[in-house]
């Protein structure tokens, strides 16, 4: 072969292993900076077209006119790509949520002003002064016990995202069991734990004390389109259990049902599993999420409103702290969720919620649980929209 045949080789080799370095780095901040799992793939696309593109110009294939042409259609087709999967994304997020992530929690923080945490219209008949119990629980949740520390802890700022700031944090539940089991927390509201955080608890030689402190619905919704508006037990344990995989086997039009799950040991995920107690729980709906710790992880999705999909969690959440006119609650074996029916028990899926201890030395534990069975304090989660335990 000619010398030139042999320089041009080299010349490539060197173009096709900077452009590899480069796509390597570039991959690597996608990565950094939260970037999609999409943009990796087309960073990665992008670099073997211009690779290509590279070599055919070294080695002088084709015409002039027809590389032109071909490098031109790979900058377009990489540029389709990413217009559709950036329609796609703003598509997907236009169809609304329900998504924990997605609440301001700062809208409820006690003493702010404003705040949506309710008062009482007198002074409470307890006060801590000093030693206030550190606080913890589940996102639909804090709403309430914003309250209870609004009309019973000293005036102050209490962040709820900062696990360092202060007594008052809201981490949600699987976060708030881990923290109540390893004494980071005195008190966490919650629902029930799941399994593994019962079995955390007893490997870690720590009893987990369940006061019931108010009622609430665990409810089902759909797309408001969606011409289904109930369901039974049998069919919720026919859908989730995988038998049941189209709208029309449950009374509906003809299609997928996209049937959405939550975290493993969230609230709302545990009470799903004890519904389904005794039969398979079919594999969830999954999707990418990138972690500057952990690169791209599996995570289940978050429920979107797909015309298809179906989804679950707590009255509260879904009609306040979440409200969507584009969702709609389906009733269940005949009987819709409210503050009536869960009152009297008519809707089948009526859980309690709880005030979790595990053991702490504070002596205003007890008191404070106490009062929050008092009047004044069944009357803040009448008020904040759970149904009281007494």
Known sequence: ?????????????????????????ASFFVLLFGGARFYVSLVVLAAVLLALNLVIVIFG??????????????????????????????YIDGLGSVDEREVNLHEYQPFANPTKAVRLDEPAS???????????????????????????????????YDEKAGPVVCSSTTEAYRRLISGEADIIFAAAPSYAQSKLAKN???????????????????NRKNPVDGLTTRQIKDIYGGKATNWKDVGGADGHIRAFQRNPDSGSQTRLEQIMAGETLMTPPHEDVTSMMAGIIRETSSYRNYKNALGFSFLFYASEMNRSNKIKLLSI???????????SGEYPYVTEFYAVTAGSANPNIQPFLDWILSPQGQKLVEQTGYVAIR
């Open 1 to 25: 072969m000619t010398r030139d045949f042999w320089s041009r080789f080299s010349l490539s080799v060197f173009a096709c292993v900077g452009i590899a370095f480069c796509a390597f780095f």
């Open 61 to 90: 294939w084709f015409a002039r006119r027809t590389r032109v042409l071909t490098a031109l259609g790979c900058v377009l087709l990489c540029l389709a790509a990413a217009g559709y999967y950036e329609a796609k994304e703003a």
């Open 126 to 160: 307890y006060r801590i002064g000093s030693e206030l119990p550190r606080l913890d629980g589940a996102t639909a949740l804090y709403p309430l016990y914003a309250a209870f520390v609004q009309a019973v802890y000293p005036a102050n700022t209490y962040e709820p």
């Open 204 to 222: 870690k030689g720590v009893e987990l004390k369940l006061t019931p402190i108010g009622r609430e619905a665990f409810v089902f919704f759909v």
């Open 333 to 343: 074996d005949g009987i819709a969720p409210s503050a009536e029916t869960i009152r």
